[in-house]
């Protein structure tokens, strides 16, 4: 089945850093989501993107929908203590909604 | 608007026992998924309903795992009987519509096994 690599599987940085993250596949997706989990809660969607190349902004966060429907980064500028959290990457291939999701990056801010 | 509701939150079995998982998505979602989450990995989706129908539910080991969305709303998933490799947290998501719409999640259920 289709499956997503994202990278990296953890960062540790200092408050105030910037932070760049990614999901790469063999397939191509139709639609990139980045969501935002923090422990015992649900994945938060932070971003969602519809179309190859755009490039979209939410806040602090940029995220990017490669243009051969391959892949799709994450940025945040900044960072700040709230930003800790697993950040995933979700892949919509077909018209039915389904989402293949990445394995997920760890992200933790030391002030 | 209220999120997606789950519940219980938490669920320790043993092993070869019952559990069932309850959800209602987003008022007017048509659309309704519950996935797996393996702890360190990523959501797995388990089935997806557009209204009362199974829209997919090609990764649901139906030899145990059973769930129904009989009204269109609120569903439930069960897991008859449970082993050790079903510990996990299930997350339960709504849509407006299926298609190109953004997945809302509760919070999931802990389940444990022992």
């Known amino acids: 089945g289709q499956q997503l690599n994202q990278s990296p599987q953890s960062m540790f940085i200092q408050e105030g850093e910037d932070v760049s993250m990614n999901c790469t596949s063999s397939?191509?997706?139709?639609?990139w989501l980045w969501y935002k989990q923090e422990p015992g809660e649900g994945p938060v969607l932070l971003i969602a993107?519809?179309?190859?190349?755009e490039l979209t902004s939410n806040g602090r966060l940029t995220a990017q929908f490669g243009i051969t429907r391959k892949d799709s980064f994450l940025n945040i500028s900044a960072s700040i203590p709230s930003d800790v959290g697993i950040y995933f990457c979700a892949g919509g291939g077909t018209s039915y909604g389904k989402l293949t999701f990445g394995q997920g990056t760890i992200l933790t801010v030391h002030p | 608007e209220a999120g997606v509701a789950q519940s219980p939150r938490y669920k320790i079995i043993e092993k070869r026992q019952s559990v069932a998982f309850w959800c209602n998505p987003i008022?007017?979602?048509?659309?309704l998924y519950w996935y797996q989450q393996i702890l360190g990995q990523g959501p797995k989706l388990l089935i997806q309903?557009?209204?009362?129908?199974?829209?997919?539910d090609s990764q649901l080991p139906k030899d145990r795992f059973s769930a129904e969305r009989l009204k269109g709303v609120d569903s439930t998933l069960k897991i008859q009987p449970a082993k050790l490799e079903d510990s996990a947290v299930y997350l339960c998501?709504?849509?407006?519509?299926?298609?190109?719409?953004?997945?809302?999640f509760g919070d999931g259920t802990r389940l444990s096994i022992l």
């Open positions: 397939s191509i997706f139709n639609t």
């Open positions: 998501a709504s849509s407006f519509s299926a298609g190109n719409q953004p997945q809302h």
């Open positions: 309903f557009q209204n009362n129908g199974v829209v997919d």
């Open positions: 993107l519809y179309k190859a190349g």
């Open positions: 008022s007017g979602h048509a659309t």
